[in-house]
């Protein structure tokens, strides 16, 4: 089946300690985005992919960056984590022009020790 | 600024039905979609409404006015797989803006 796949699910790491989260689709969706969804709140955008042209949100943290080697990848690095950045991210695509309509992944819960 | 509102939380009994409503204002609007989560699970894409009025999938119907900046997600013979978080989502450009959330209970 086609799907959005995250690795890990569950990601613990130490305070400050650099981490990176990977997701995979096999939908072959030129888009791609990555969300922050902290406990009883909305998933907030982080930043998206249009193909190669990489679309930061103004209040994502530089201490959050992002690559995509290629279309079926992209990796969500996390340089420096705080306390505050525990949280499920979320990876998801789109089919060009259909935004309405994300598929996403099951996410990975990151926690700061 | 942009903003969606909706209410926090619902209850409704098994068998019944329930509207969750949803307010939003927000620049460059094209249309309002809804999404289900249960506990710990990913956001899945329910329905979507580009044009005024009802869109109607199985036992979920979706409804936006574009004058009172509004729309519903309707319910509609609730069975307990129905208890999840409810998120209306504002599209815009390329982008989607999420709701906070409406956490359905529902009683036996």
């Known amino acids: 089946d086609a799907m959005v796949i995250q690795n890990p699910r569950y990601q613990v790491t130490q305070f400050g300690k650099p981490v990176t989260l990977s997701c995979s689709q096999t939908l072959n969706h030129n888009v791609m985005y990555w969300y922050q969804q902290k406990s009883s709140q909305a998933p907030k955008l982080l930043f998206h992919y249009y193909d190669k042209d990489f679309n930061n949100e103004a209040d994502t943290p530089d201490n959050f960056q992002s690559r995509r080697p290629n279309t079926s990848f992209c990796f969500l690095d996390i340089r420096s984590p705080g306390l505050g950045d525990a949280a499920m991210y979320l990876c998801?695509?789109?089919?060009?022009?259909?935004?309405?309509?994300?598929?996403f992944g099951p996410g990975t819960r990151l926690t700061v020790l | 600024g942009q903003s969606l509102e909706q209410p926090s939380e619902v209850t409704a009994v098994e068998g019944a039905i329930v509207q969750i409503n949803c307010t939003y204002q927000?620049?460059?609007?094209?249309?309002l979609s809804w999404y289900q989560q249960h506990d710990g699970g990913a956001p899945t894409f329910l329905s979507y409404?580009?044009?005024?009025g009802l869109e109607e999938t199985g036992r979920f119907s979706s409804f936006l006015s574009r004058s009172d900046s509004y729309g519903y997600l309707l319910l509609q013979e609730l069975q307990m797989k129905d208890s999840a978080s409810y998120f209306c989502?504002?599209?815009?450009?390329?982008?989607?803006?999420f709701g906070k959330g409406t956490r359905l209970h529902i009683l036996p």
């Open positions: 989502a504002a599209i815009r450009d390329d982008k989607i803006i």
């Open positions: 927000t620049s460059g609007f094209y249309g």
């Open positions: 409404n580009g044009l005024d």
């Open positions: 998801a695509t789109s089919r060009d022009g259909t935004v309405d309509e994300q598929f």
